[in-house]
C-alpha cells in the first residue's frame, strides 16, 4: 500500500529560507541515491508566498517511510530544519488514484 505526506513548512525569514534551502539541497541527492522505496519526493516553493516550502512524497509503503526517516541524511535534516522553520504541517495521505506512479499512466 503506497503512502504519500504533504508537509507544508513556513519559514522565519529570508536568512532562513535561504539556510533551509541549502539543507533541502544537501539532502536530496541522497534521497534521490538512497531510497529506492521513496518513490517521488518533490520539493515545491509556493507563489506568492517566498517564506513556504510544501513537500509532496510518495512512499512505496509504510515500511519504505519508515526507511526513510531513519536515514542518517534524514536524520541530519530534521535535526537542523528547527533553525529556519517557525511552523509546519504534515498531512498523511493515501494515494487511491492517479497519473504515473500510481495507476501507471
Known sequence: MLLGL???FELIDEDAAAGF????????????TEEPGTLLYI?????????????NEIYAS??????????PHVQTFLAERGRYVESYQVDRLRPTDG????SGD
Open 43 to 55: 520539493v515545491n516553493t509556493v507563489e506568492d508566498a517566498p517564506l513556504s516550502r510544501v513537500f
Open 21 to 32: 534551502d541549502d539543507l533541502v539541497a544537501r539532502t536530496l541527492p541522497l534521497i534521490k
Open 62 to 71: 509504510p515500511e519504505a517511510f519508515e526507511s526513510h526517516e531513519r536515514q
Open 6 to 8: 504533504s508537509v507544508r
Open 99 to 102: 497519473k504515473g506512479l500510481i
